[in-house]
């Protein structure tokens, strides 16, 4: 059986996607951001309209700008923030494409006022953030396909297997940072698909865009 009815079009299928980075306030000027810029998640949104998908984007602070009539962009700041829209909308979608870089944490308080400097060291207390991917891995449905991304430096292989698993995803991207041209703000990315055969697969450096319909082409023969 297989997750979608024919090989090319994606027209009726409903796909949420996560993209950019979360901001994670330490008082009203400052932040705990990274250096995602979005553009992978915006090429896979890009790639999934032109398939006939209607799509939910939702979107951490970016520059990027994206607008079709089968799109729903909802911007969000925080990891909390992000796990609420995507929790509301992923049940009335056919899959799910987590593609954002999530804080994995935040300052535990946020100061109201800025925060003077004082002493020469200072310190800021993080708490966990909810995990988005694996909160909506425990509410994905028979029917519904769920990617996820994996960024490593080392043991990709092993680090996206244990990934996989735990999120109860069907298809993981890994991006191995020690792999020349990819990553943070370039316009191409080299990439490894793992999926839930445990089955591995390489590809080529090649601009996002590409590797976003890659990454769709195989998605689309996956069978459950
Ligand atoms: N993710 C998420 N919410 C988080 C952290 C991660 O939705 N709080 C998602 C990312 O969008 C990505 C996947 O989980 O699709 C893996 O993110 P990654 O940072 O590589 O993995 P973590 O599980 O956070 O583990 P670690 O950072 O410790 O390697
Ligand atoms: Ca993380």
Known sequence: ESFFQNSTSMVGEKVLVTAGPTYEAIDPVRFIGNHSTGKMGYALVEALLERGAEVILISGPTKLKLQHKNLTRIDVKTAKEMLSAATKHFPSCTGGIFAAAVSDYRPKSVAQQKIKKSSDVMNIEMVKNPDV?????TL??????????ALETNNAIEYGAEKLKKKNLDLIVINSLE???AGFGHDTNKITLLDFHN????FELSSKKVVANSILDYLMKLKK
């Open 199 to 202: 089955k591995t697969t390489k």
């Open 140 to 149: 994905k449905k028979e029917n519904q396909f769920l990617v996820g991304f």
């Open 179 to 181: 792999d020349e041209g």
């Open 133 to 137: 991917l694996k909160s909506i891995g």
